[in-house]
Nanobody, 126 residues
């Protein structure tokens, strides 16, 4: 399964963007999908994740109240709506998919995810 992330771009401080993540082929609806980001010179960090059942979502503290993850089962697509963006949100954003029905790793651990997209760049100017 290849994941295609899109929607990144340049936005001003306080602006909004919506990222999308679509698989190249129909992926399993088990497990979860998540978003991670990697700023220049920084390690990859967890942003948000959603169980494919849609029952639960998880967010990094740094984005709670500003970002919303959602999914469209019919389109097999996951979205990340980002609002009140800050310069420190500038990063390459990656989507990831976990297709297992059970995993020993938490939703925020990159080790949980089996497939990764190529990244989409978000730049927030001050």
């Amino acid at each position: 399964v290849q994941l295609q992330a899109s929607g990144g771009g340049l936005v001003q401080d306080g602006g909004s963007l919506r990222l999308s993540c679509t698989p190249s082929s129909r992926s399993s609806n088990g497990g979860a999908k998540g978003w991670f980001r990697e700023g220049t010179g920084k390690e990859r960090e967890f942003v948000a994740a959603i169980r494919w059942s849609g029952v639960s979502t998880h967010y990094a503290d740094s984005v709670k109240g500003r970002f919303t993850i959602s999914r469209d089962g019919a389109k097999d697509t996951v979205y990340l709506q980002m609002s009140s963006l800050k310069p420190e949100d500038t990063a390459e954003y990656y989507c990831a998919a976990d297709i297992s029905q059970s995993s020993p790793y938490s939703m925020s651990s990159p080790l949980r995810y089996d497939y990764w997209g190529q990244g989409t760049l978000v730049t927030v100017s001050s």
